[in-house]
């Protein structure tokens, strides 16, 4: 299996740069799964649902938060309609979302 793990998404011009280059990006490395961790995508802090789900219909497989997750308090909800956000898996029970995704090839 071939993962592509693309780093920390900073703000639009870097989430306007994986749309513009994530099919070229496909075409070259032909990975079966792209993660990119998002958790500073919306202006530096946190990842919106609308951002969220723009990336995601970008053609990236699952999106990563770290201790920015909570920065859009409109990911609280969506995290849990969404399974392919995925959080810190250290995180206490009761918080939303979750530390893991299977992702069905």
Known sequence: MKILFIG???GKSARDKIKENLSSI???YNPDVIIAN???????YGVSK???QDLLSSGLDVLTLGN???DQRDMLTFIEKCPRVVRAINYPPGVPGKGHYTLEL
């Not at 998002?38 to 530096?44: D, K, L, P, V, Y």
């Open 50 to 52: 609308k951002d969220a």
């Open 38 to 44: 998002a958790e500073n995508a919306t202006g530096g």
């Open 68 to 70: 920015h997750a909570w």
């Open 26 to 28: 496909k075409n070259k």
């Open 8 to 10: 920390d998404i900073v």
